[in-house]
C-alpha cells in the first residue's frame, strides 16, 4: 500500500511538473531552450511511465484471468468479457498519455 501511494504521488508530482511546464509554454512566442528541454524530457517520461503501468496492469489482469479460468474452465465465458474490457480501458489510458506526449512534443516546434 505505501509503494502505491508512493508512486501516485511520484505520478501526481509529474503531472503538476508537466502542467506548469505547458502553461509557461503558453505565456512565451518563441520557448526558451530549458522550457524546451523540459517539454521534451516530460513527454519522453510520460510516455513511458504510461507504457510501463500499462503493461505492468495488463499483465496482472491477464494474469488473474487466467488463474480464474485454469480453476474454474466453466467460468471462462463469464471472465473472457469483463477481462477484454478491463483490457481495452488500461489500453485506453496508455493511448491518452500517448496523445499529451504528442502535444507537448509538437509544442517543442
Known amino acids: 500500500m505505501k509503494k502505491a501511494?508512493?508512486?501516485?504521488?511520484l505520478l501526481g508530482m509529474f503531472v503538476g511538473l508537466s502542467v506548469s511546464i505547458a502553461m509557461a509554454a503558453e505565456e512565451g512566442k518563441e520557448l526558451d531552450?530549458?522550457?524546451?528541454?523540459?517539454i521534451a524530457l516530460a513527454s519522453g517520461l510520460g510516455i513511458g511511465i504510461a507504457a510501463a503501468?500499462?503493461?505492468v496492469g495488463q499483465g496482472k489482469a491477464?494474469?488473474?484471468a487466467l488463474d480464474g479460468i485454469a480453476r474454474n474452465p466453466?467460468?471462462?465465458?463469464?471472465v473472457f468479457t469483463p477481462m477484454i474490457?478491463?483490457?481495452?480501458?488500461?489500453e485506453s489510458l496508455v493511448i491518452y498519455s500517448?496523445?499529451?506526449s504528442l502535444l507537448?512534443?509538437?509544442k517543442l516546434g
Open 85 to 90: 474490457i478491463g483490457l481495452a480501458m488500461i
Open 98 to 100: 500517448l496523445v499529451v
Open 62 to 64: 491477464l494474469q488473474g
Open 5 to 9: 501511494l508512493l508512486v501516485m504521488m
Open 33 to 38: 531552450s530549458s522550457v524546451k528541454q523540459m
Open 104 to 106: 507537448l512534443f509538437f
Open 53 to 55: 503501468g500499462g503493461a
Open 74 to 78: 466453466g467460468a471462462s465465458g463469464k
